[in-house]
């Protein structure tokens, strides 16, 4: 195929991703403005459910899937990249050795705990992944970088998603009226809202009970476990390498056989996240571009939330919604709990 061919064809496949791409645009600026006049759901939640409703409605058309289908990943993982921007290392290691290490522990303690209860109740390795994911780091942002390594289906997104949404909620309530009973003061009601809560809006608004001081630990706290989204899919991408080794090696095949899809060792997009967080890092970046690259966060994952959206299946997703229930509440609770005796025993 000559050069002007190529050209041409790579031209034709732009103009059939356009009406998608427009209706997911509409999509994402509907859900900013829900966001922007109420404090519970975030934009990538309605997002999600504004892609839910279209994918369910008869005008989801051949036309429009294509451009929907099509740009969904990129975009997810075009706003895990960027999202290394709201990252600044020196920041969370300000909060001292002991609740750095405090971070680490919740997160990869949780993170297995609700993997390993995940597939004790049924959900498949890739659904128990996402629930792992989202419940110990930071909500629908870390399902959807997980969804690129594991697979995942769209259904298996939307209740993991739609679980963090709804325990996270519910922590708004719950936290401050569990803090009455256990008389923490700001700053350590502050780490243990940053440990124990799944979304930073979420964080915000437990903290916020509590006055500035634990507004300003509780975020640093909670950007400390967006930081480990590298590692832990790192970890995740190496599982699903050796697992594939693994059947390979039982049926006799060619794990190198060309055409094979293989699992990179190290996502690109995580690669870029790390970047970014360096970049963040260095303090060069002026507060108004750093504003700007928060809001362009927000409107990629936005945009790939609506995509994921679209392709779920409302009937099968309400069908093994109790699962995926079952799965949340523990992995909140375990959370709770562990954070709390963190807390208790170390800040």
């Avoid at 309530?173 to 979420?202: I, T």
Wanted: glycine residues 12%.
């Amino acid at each position: 195929m000559n050069t002007s061919t190529t050209r041409e064809a790579r031209y034709r496949l732009l103009l059939a991703w356009v009406p998608g791409l427009l209706v997911m645009a509409a999509g994402v600026g509907l859900s900013m403005a829900l966001a922007g006049v109420q404090t519970v759901l975030g934009a990538l939640v309605i997002a999600l459910v504004l892609g839910v409703l279209l994918g369910n409605s008869g005008v989801y058309s051949a036309m429009l899937r294509t451009g929907i289908s099509g740009g969904t990943m990129r975009l997810l993982r075009a706003g895990v990249v960027l999202l290394g921007l709201q990252l600044a290392v020196p920041d969370i290691l300000a909060l001292g050795p002991q609740v750095v290490l405090l971070i680490v522990t919740c997160v990869f303690m949780s993170y297995y705990a609700t993997l390993w209860l995940g597939r004790r109740l049924g959900l498949t390795r890739s659904g128990a992944a996402l629930m792992a994911a989202g419940f110990s780091i930071c909500g629908a942002s870390a399902v959807a970088g997980m969804q690129g390594i594991v697979d995942a289906d769209d259904d298996e997104v939307a209740s993991a998603v739609a679980m963090v949404t709804l325990y996270g909620s519910l922590m708004i309530v719950v936290l401050p009226l569990l803090n009455a009973v256990v008389g923490l003061d700001a700053a350590r009601f502050g780490v243990w809202s940053g440990l124990a809560v799944h979304e930073v809006a979420q964080v915000v608004a437990v903290a916020s009970t509590a006055g500035t001081t634990a507004l300003a630990v509780a975020t640093v706290v909670k950007l400390g476990r967006v930081v480990l989204l590298a590692p832990v899919t790192a970890l995740a991408s190496v599982g699903v390498r050796r697992r594939a080794a693994a059947m390979d090696r039982g049926s006799g095949e060619d794990a190198g056989r060309p055409g094979r899809r293989k699992t990179p060792l190290v996502p690109l997009f995580v690669l870029g996240f790390l970047a970014m967080v360096v970049l963040r890092s260095l303090d060069i970046l002026p507060p108004s571009l750093l504003d700007a690259g928060r809001t362009l966060t927000t409107v990629l994952l936005a945009a790939g939330m609506f995509g994921l959206g679209a392709g779920i299946d409302l009937r099968r997703l309400l069908r093994t919604g109790g699962r995926f229930a079952i799965v949340g509440a523990g992995s909140t609770l375990f959370l709770v709990g562990l954070s709390l005796l963190g807390v208790l025993v170390v800040a």
